[in-house]
C-alpha cells in the first residue's frame, strides 16, 4: 500500500473513531456517555493530524545541479562535476552518451554552459502529528514532528556538431532531464489564538468557524538522498563514482544539516461537532537551510489541514 493511501486511512480512522466509539454506551445499565467537549470550554489536552504541501526555497535548488560536492562538502567545478564525468567521465561513459542520441564519438559535445540553468523544488507531500494544550477555549501551545521529501528538478544540454547550418536550435540541443531527492524531517514549537469569538457572539453568530493565528520557532533536518539524470531513458546515479576502466570505486557522502528558524500560521478552524474540529492554514517560515557547505537563508511554504480530537 502506498504511503499516501494509508495516511488517507489514518485520517479517516482518526475521524471516524469518535463516532464508532459513541455507539457502546450500555444505557439498559445506567451507564451514560460524558458530556460532549464544547469548543466554548476545551481546555486540555488534544491531539491532531497534520496532511499538506511544502514549498521548499528554490535557492538551495543548486546542489541537484550536476556539480556534486567534494567529502568537505564544497561544491565541484566543472570539469570533477559529477554530470560531466557521468557524461564523459570515461571512454565507456561517452560511447553510452553516444548510443543515447544516435551519434558517434565526436558528433556532440559537453561543455560548461550545457550545465543546467535552474533547479527548481516542486511542491511535496507533508505529514505530521500535532499536540496542544489549551490554556482556555482560544490560547493554547502546541508541539509538532513532520516530514516531507521534496524532489528539485531541471534540464541540461548536449550540443549535435552534427547539425547543418540554418537548423533550428532544438535540432542541434539535446534536452535532458536531472533529479534531486531529499528528506526533511520538521520541528515546530509555537503558541495558537483564536480571533473573534467575542464579538461573534455579541451579534448572535456562529462559532463554529473561527480565524487563527499561530507563531513560533522551528528546527528543519535536511539530508541529502538523491542525483539522477534521464539520459533518454537510461536514469543514471550520479552519486556513483567509476574509474576509467568503468569499476565503482566510491560514493558520494551524504550530506545533512540542521535549520533553524521562525514561522507564522494563517487560518481558519472548523467546528464539525462532537469531538472534530479541522484546520486549514497556510504556514511561512523563515530559517536556515544548512546542508553541508550550503547556508541558506530562505522562506519555505506549508499549505496544510489539520484533523484534531479534542476528546484525549
Known amino acids: 500500500m502506498s504511503l499516501k493511501k494509508s495516511l488517507a486511512l489514518l485520517v479517516l480512522s482518526f475521524l471516524f473513531f469518535p463516532l464508532l466509539r459513541a455507539q457502546v454506551y450500555n444505557w439498559a445499565d445506567g451507564e451514560e456517555p460524558d458530556e460532549p467537549v464544547t469548543l466554548e470550554n476545551l481546555q486540555g489536552l488534544v491531539v491532531g493530524l497534520n496532511i499538506g504541501f511544502y514549498q521548499a526555497n528554490h535557492s538551495t535548488a543548486a546542489i541537484y545541479g550536476g556539480y556534486g560536492f567534494d567529502r568537505a562538502g564544497e561544491r565541484n567545478g566543472f570539469s570533477n562535476s559529477w554530470l560531466n564525468n557521468t557524461i564523459q567521465g570515461n571512454p565507456e561513459f561517452r560511447r553510452r552518451t553516444s548510443d543515447a542520441m544516435g551519434l558517434s564519438d565526436g558528433e556532440w559535445s559537453f561543455t560548461e554552459s550545457d550545465m543546467p540553468n535552474e533547479m527548481r523544488y516542486r511542491p511535496s507531500f507533508m505529514w505530521g502529528a500535532h499536540g496542544r494544550f489549551h490554556l482556555n477555549p482560544d490560547f493554547a501551545i502546541f508541539a509538532e514532528v513532520g516530514g516531507t ?12 556538431l552534427t547539425a547543418a547550418p540554418g537548423q533550428l536550435q532544438d535540432q542541434f540541443i539535446n534536452n535532458f532531464s536531472i533529479r534531486g531527492e531529499e528528506q526533511r524531517l520538521l520541528f515546530t514549537l509555537g503558541v495558537r489564538q483564536s480571533i473573534g469569538r467575542k464579538a461573534v457572539e455579541q451579534r448572535g453568530g456562529n462559532t463554529a468557524i473561527l480565524p487563527f493565528i499561530e507563531f513560533g520557532l522551528n528546527s528543519t ?39 533553524f528558524g521562525g514561522f507564522t500560521t494563517l487560518g481558519a478552524q472548523i467546528h464539525l461537532g462532537g469531538d472534530i474540529m479541522v484546520d486549514l492554514a497556510y504556514r511561512p517560515s523563515f530559517e536556515h537551510v544548512r546542508l553541508g557547505a550550503w547556508d541558506d537563508r530562505s522562506l519555505q511554504h506549508i499549505f496544510l489541514l489539520r484533523a484534531v480530537w479534542t476528546r484525549f
Open 149 to 160: 521529501s521534496p524532489v528539485t528538478v531541471g534540464e541540461f544540454t548536449i550540443t549535435n
Open 221 to 259: 533536518f535536511v539530508s541529502f538522498e538523491e542525483n539522477f539524470i534521464d539520459l533518454n531513458g537510461n536514469v543514471l546515479d550520479l552519486t556513483l563514482f567509476f574509474q576509467q576502466q568503468g569499476f565503482l570505486v566510491d560514493e558520494a557522502r551524504v550530506l545533512t544539516g540542521v535549520g
